[in-house]
């Protein structure tokens, strides 16, 4: 893997200048076989800027009942989707009967390891949002992914009906060996819930994006709202290989957390 760190300066005329070398690198460094460069990306260069222009919308109508059933399985499982983040209404908006592949993948199924960046804490149960999704969805195929073993080997202990399996998100030979190894070749759904890292998700969504299948749906997780405009910007300039939607409860007694946003990303053949 190779991760260049590139340096930001405050301007616009330098994050165009940045843009440009990222996309220069991405096309130096990357094909079906080479590995991916992640260039190490600060969204954080975008915090004066106002995410005013950017159009917050859910995929669909939020089904009501359905976000009811998430919000509760999530709590019975452990998972903080909805106590911190309120999550049930953007996932109940998704037309889930209309799927086809009636598979899920989420990285990040949450590791007890401190030395583990984005790490859950000891608190926390390996596979939890795992679990709930196979509770409401029995019939689907459910597969986690994690950097640290053991939240892998946590997680299948505690239920057998889903599959996990070790994956670093940011180095494409781990992707292949995941691919390899799970034995899944498409996806309804990819949710990237692992390391809350801009380059990290990027990684993302470029070695799975091509495992979606038609109007399948792959989501970033807990992103600050101001953020989004960086996400826009990077597809503006053409370094993203989809566009993004972005979804914010706008209720401020609801999500409890400032990296409550979601950028999404609808696969359109």
């Excluded at 094909?31 to 917050?56: G, K, M, N, Y």
């Excluded at 053991?150 to 992707?175: F, G, P, Y």
């Amino acid at each position: 893997m190779i991760l260049k760190a590139i340096h930001l300066s405050r301007t616009i005329s330098h994050l165009n200048a940045y843009v440009d070398e990222i996309k220069n690198e991405w096309s130096k460094y990357h094909s079906e076989t080479q590995e991916l460069l992640v260039a190490r990306i600060d969204p954080r260069v975008f915090h004066a800027f106002s995410d005013s222009q950017i159009d917050i919308k859910l995929p669909g109508q939020i089904n009501h009942e359905l976000a009811n059933t998430f919000r509760m399985e999530w709590s019975i499982n452990g998972s903080d989707k909805s106590s911190r983040h309120a999550y049930e209404d953007f996932y109940s908006s998704l037309s889930w009967d209309k799927f086809k592949s009636k598979s899920l993948l989420e990285v990040g199924i949450g590791s007890n390891d401190h030395t583990i960046k984005s790490n859950m804490g000891l608190s926390g149960r390996p596979g939890a949002s795992l679990f709930a999704w196979k509770n409401v969805f029995p019939a689907w195929k459910i597969i986690g992914a994690d950097i640290d073993p053991k939240a892998v080997a946590a997680s299948m202990a505690d239920n057998r009906e889903v599959h996990s399996a070790i994956l670093d998100q940011t180095c494409s030979n781990s992707w292949k060996s995941f691919i390899e190894e799970i034995g899944v070749s498409q996806f309804s759904i990819i949710i990237d819930d692992g390391l809350h890292e801009a380059f990290a998700n990027i990684s993302t969504l470029f070695e799975s994006y091509y495992l979606l299948e038609e109007y399948g749906v792959l989501v970033v997780e807990d992103v600050p709202p101001d953020q989004f405009v960086f996400w826009q910007f990077l597809f503006d300039k053409g370094v993203l290989p989809a566009e993004p939607s972005f979804w914010k409860d706008v209720n401020p007694k609801k999500a409890k957390s400032f990296d409550s946003g979601i950028v999404y990303f609808v696969k359109k053949v």
